[in-house]
């Protein structure tokens, strides 16, 4: 009985190590030491709207204000490049890497490399694939807005304007990240629940105003009945309302129109009664970004998800707040 129990203790001791669940250093979190300032890394997507590019004058103005060094990198566009970006962080030895994984699943080796060479990561905007990586363990934090809620709340207000009947064109984010896969749950989620609401097509547009207004265009071409088209961002839903008014049709009238962000020409479309309704999805993210590295290094337990709470922009305040939009 003993040689057994002793043979069962050494199993699974093998086991545990095996499966990395042993050695302390290989799976702890790599802490961050406090300091006065810091030297630190913020891996961005791209450029390519209005939403980024705030996002990226928010970081570095907080590390401005602070005094810390920031080594940006933008990957235009491109997963592998914003992998070799955070490779390059890790080789200059920052002290913790913000990263907005462009696409859910190939960041994740950059952020097991970042772990490996004991530098923190904290995640922006964007998530990588829970099944692969984990809050806690693999990185510090996800902070950022429920892109899930973002696309019901989107559906919710269409689904009112239309009294629950419409043929939905869709135009998805960019393909693999978490807000495209979220805002497509949330609002077809919803929309189950109201089966004169059908979404007829559904293709990405990158979340870039120019390739949103083709893909409408197409769309619309094969759709000549849709009567609604949810944008998972306004760059795109702004595309969409020029290929409307290029085909014909009257944006507001003929087709309503819905999208996710608050960008500053998306309240303008509302005011001008384009666009029916925009959620917000703040990308002001350098406050909170640097305050949760500083909870970090005071050795705070950070929460898995630190979430950015989104307001609701319609014809009733649009015209107020159009003046603080970027
Ligand atoms: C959302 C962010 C999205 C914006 C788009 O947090 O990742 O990317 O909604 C941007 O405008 O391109």
Redesign the pocket.
Known sequence: MMLRRTFLALATGVAAIGLGLGGASAQELPKLKKKDHYKVGFAQ?ES??P??IAQTESMKAEAAKRGDQLVYTDAAGSAAKQVADVNSMIAQGVDLIFL?PREEKPLIPAVMAAKKAGIPVILL??NVDQSLAKAGRDYVTFI??D?VDEGKRAAEALTKAMDGKAKIIQLE??TG?S?ANDRRKGFEDYIKAHPGMQVVASQSGD?ARDKGRQVAETLLQAHPDATAIYA????MAIGAIAALEAAGKKPGKDVIVVS??GTRDALQAIIDGKMLATVE?N?KFGPKAFETLDRYAKGEQIEPWVVNTDRFFDKSNAAQLIADAY
């Open positions: 997507t390519n709207n939403w980024r907005a905007d964007r950022g807005s892109f984010g960019t990240s807000p979340f998972h961002n306004d760059e996710v962000d999805c990308p």
